[in-house]
């Protein structure tokens, strides 16, 4: 029984670091790199040449790179991944908006106007604590746009 118990929370552990990640794609000119995918730092992107990638960190900092004969390297990271919580609402926020309606009430009662949200902090912020996900969605968009380098 112990044996049982031992693997099981060796196999949530490995699962937990499995997850983490420290670059999600917001945007990409190769088709089979998909918005929203995740990559650990240092690692190889199989970006096709002449391709782009935009990523962002859950710190908002945001990198993009151009693919070559064997794709592209995220630079290695120095420091210690950034809370999961955000990179995990930065994935809700790129992943495409629910169709449809959707029932129930905002929790924080208004949304801020998305021009108002300037900073990944807020941004995040809004996103899990008031349920304004649109708004943020929206201001997400205007900070990428900002923050990324223009494409030639």
Do not use: W
Not at 69 to 94: K, W
Not at 133 to 149: F, G, I, M, N, Q
Request: net charge positive; proline share 8%; with cysteine.
């Amino acid at each position: 029984m112990r044996r049982v118990l031992s693997g099981i929370v060796l196999a949530l552990a490995v699962a937990g670091v499995a997850q983490a990640s420290d670059f999600i794609v917001v945007s990409s000119t190769d088709p089979a790199i998909a918005r929203g995918q995740s990559f650990d730092g240092g690692a190889r992107i199989p970006l096709a040449s002449g391709k782009k990638v935009t990523l962002m960190r859950a710190s908002g900092e945001i990198t993009t790179l151009t693919g070559g004969p064997a794709g592209a390297s995220l630079p290695a990271l120095r420091v210690a991944s950034a809370d999961s919580a955000r990179f995990d609402t930065l994935h809700a926020l790129l992943a495409p908006p629910p169709e449809g309606r959707t029932f129930g009430a905002r929790r924080g009662g208004f949304c801020p106007p998305a021009e108002s949200l300037t900073t990944i902090d807020d941004i995040l912020r809004v996103a899990q604590t008031s349920g304004c996900k649109a708004e943020a969605r929206t201001a997400l968009e205007a900070y990428v746009a900002k923050a990324a380098p223009p494409n030639p």
